[in-house]
C-alpha cells in the first residue's frame, strides 16, 4: 500500500498534522495503535488545553493563530467551557472529552484522511537515509506500507527508534499523573472545595489511613459541574521509560485513587456520595525519549522567547517540569509574549523523508517541559503535516515554511 504520508499517533499533533498534509493535497494515511483518535487528551483524560492562550494577569487571549486556535474555538462551543484563569496570569480551556474526538473525526474525514485504528509499526526499512516502508500489525493482519514521508507524533519517537537511529534521551524523564472522574463531590466555591479536599486528604495522612503520596490528589481546575468533576493523582517517583515502570505506575495509581476515595466516603462527612465513575484507561506520561531533528529547542531559547526566522508553531506556556516534589518547577518567561519553533526542531537530522511534532520534537527534557502542552501539540503538528506534504510536492520541504509562517506564526492576533 502506497501513499504519500503517514502520520504515527491520532493524539491531537497527529490530528492536526494528518489535516494540514490532506489539506495541502497529499494522501495521508493516518496510524493509531488504540481505538479512538484524541491520544492523552482523552485517554490520560487531561481535561485541560494548556498553551493556547499568552500568560496575562487579566485576560485569556489567543497566542496560537491557524490551526490550532481554530480547533480551540470550535472545541469550546461544543464542549460549552470558558477559559479558566490560573495562578500566574496562566489560563487554559477545559473541554469535553466526546467533543474533542467528534471534532477531530469531523476534520479529518472532511479532509480526506484514511485513518486506521488498532495498528502500530513494529518494523522501519531504511534505505539510503530514507524510509521506505513501514510494516504495521493490527488484530487481524500484517501488512506493509510504502509512503513518500513519515510524521512522528507517537509521543516517544517510535520511528527513529525502530530505525535504529540516535534519540534524545535520559535516564529519567518527567513524573506522570492519574486522572479520575467522581461525583457526589459537595457543591461550593471551586477554590473552597480545593482547600477543603487538601485537608481531608492531610487528616487521612495524619490519622495513618491514607498514604503520604496521596497528598499528590487535586482537582483539575475547570471540569467540575454539579458534584461531578476530574481529580489528578501526580505520581511519587520519575519515569524511567521502562514497562515495568509503567506497569507500576498504572497499579499504583488506580489502587490508591479508590483506596482516597474509600476513605473520603467513609470518613468525611462532607462525602459519603463520593463515588468514583471512570477512570483514564491509561496513566499521562508526560515526556519520552524524542527524535533528533536537524536543530534542538533549548529553554534558553523558550525563556528568552526567541523567534528564528523559520518560526513555524508558537509556545506559549511556561516550562512545567514535575519532579518527586508534590508541586511542578515552574519556570516563567515574558508575561504577554512568547516563543516561535523552528522548522528545524521537526525535521529529522538523520532520515530525509522523517518529520515530528508533539511530544516527539527535537528538545530538552526543560524545553519539552513547556512544548509537549496540547496548544503547541496542535501548532507543531500542522507545520510537520506541511512540511511533509511540501517534501512530497516539491522535494524541498523549506518551500513551506512561508506559507506555515502566514498561517500559524504572523497571522492576525485578534
Known amino acids: 500500500m502506497q501513499c504519500d ?103 479529518l474525514q472532511q479532509a480526506g484522511v484514511q485513518l486506521l485504528l488498532h495498528a502500530q509499526v513494529v518494523a522501519v526499512t531504511v534505505e539510503h537515509a530514507k524510509i521506505v516502508t513501514l510494516q504495521l500489525q493490527t488484530a487481524a493482519e500484517t501488512f506493509v506500507l510504502m509512503p513518500s514521508t513519515v510524521v512522528d507524533c507517537s509521543g516517544h519517537a517510535q520511528i527513529s527508534r525502530l530505525a535504529g537511529i540516535e534519540r534524545i534521551e535520559q535516564a529519567h524523564y518527567q513524573a506522570g499523573a492519574f486522572v479520575f472522574q467522581v461525583s457526589g463531590l459537595p457543591v461550593m466555591a471551586p477554590r473552597l472545595l480545593a482547600l477543603n479536599l487538601i485537608r481531608w486528604i492531610k487528616r487521612g495522612i495524619l490519622q495513618g489511613a491514607l498514604e503520604p503520596a496521596c497528598e499528590r490528589l487535586s ?33 499504583e495509581a488506580r489502587s490508591r485513587s479508590m483506596a482516597i476515595i474509600d476513605y473520603l466516603r467513609r470518613y468525611e462527612p462532607d462525602l459519603q456520595d463520593l463515588v468514583i465513575i471512570s477512570m483514564a484507561p491509561e496513566v499521562g506520561v508526560r515526556t519520552l525519549s524524542r527524535a533528533q531533528g536537524i536543530q534542538i529547542l533549548h529553554e534558553d531559547a523558550i525563556l528568552a522567547c526567541t523567534k528564528p526566522e523559520d518560526g513555524v508553531a508558537i509556545g506559549a506556556w511556561p516550562i512545567e517540569l514535575w519532579g518527586a516534589q508534590k508541586i511542578p518547577e515552574m519556570t516563567y518567561f515574558a508575561a504577554d509574549d512568547c516563543y516561535w519553533l523552528a522548522a528545524g526542531t521537526l525535521v529529522s537530522r538523520h532520515l530525509r523523508n522523517l518529520f515530528f511534532a508533539g511530544r516527539a520534537l527535537s528538545a530538552t527534557e526543560q524545553a519539552i517541559a513547556s512544548a509537549r502542552v496540547i496548544g503547541t501539540c496542535l501548532s507543531t503538528g500542522f507545520a510537520a503535516g506541511m512540511l511533509a506534504a511540501e517534501q512530497v510536492n516539491s522535494g524541498i520541504w523549506q518551500q513551506a515554511i512561508d506559507k506555515i509562517q502566514i498561517q500559524q506564526v504572523l497571522g492576525d492576533e485578534s
Open 219 to 251: 482537582i483539575v481546575p475547570g471540569t467540575l459541574r454539579q458534584g461531578v468533576g476530574l481529580l489528578k493523582l501526580g505520581l511519587a517517583t520519575r519515569f524511567d521509560g521502562t514497562a515495568a515502570c509503567l506497569t507500576q505506575y498504572e497499579l
Open 5 to 107: 504520508v503517514v502520520v504515527i499517533g491520532a493524539g491531537t499533533a497527529g490530528i492536526a498534522a494528518a489535516i494540514a498534509a490532506a489539506r495541502s493535497g497529499a494522501q495521508v494515511v493516518l496510524l493509531e495503535r488504540l481505538g479512538s483518535v484524541g491520544g492523552l487528551a482523552t485517554s490520560a483524560m487531561v481535561g485541560t488545553i494548556c498553551g493556547l492562550f499568552y500568560r496575562n494577569a487579566s485576560t485569556a487571549r489567543y497566542a496560537v493563530r491557524g490551526f490550532a486556535r481554530e480547533f480551540a474555538v470550535k472545541l469550546q462551543k461544543a464542549s460549552r467551557t470558558e477559559p479558566v484563569s490560573y495562578a500566574q496570569g496562566l489560563h487554559f480551556l477545559p473541554y469535553q472529552f466526546a467533543a474533542l474526538q467528534q471534532q477531530a473525526l469531523a476534520q
